[in-house]
């Protein structure tokens, strides 16, 4: 996968993205998709990722491009 993104000026994958949102590792992560939201803290856009924390668990995962902004919807 190579779908590469650029978060708070950083390039991520999908991996490091999803690692990013879960402080912490992953085993497996989606392509990165763009998510229909405007991060509540800057306005800034919000990207998202589905991703697997672990063997049972499928968790989306969403993170602003241009602050520190993260939320999944295991949250909600
Ligand atoms: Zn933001």
Redesign the pocket.
């Known amino acids: 996968m190579s779908d590469n993104r650029v978060v708070q000026g950083r390039m991520v994958t999908p991996v490091t993205l999803a690692e990013l949102v879960e402080d912490g590792d992953v085993m497996d992560a989606e392509a990165i998709e763009d998510a229909d939201r405007d ?1 509540p ?4 856009d919000v990207i998202s990722v589905g991703y697997m924390p672990s063997v049972t668990e499928f968790v989306t995962g969403y993170k ?1 491009q ?2 520190d ?1 993260a939320t999944t919807d295991r949250d909600d």
């Open positions: 991060c803290d800057c306005g800034g602003c241009d602050c902004w």
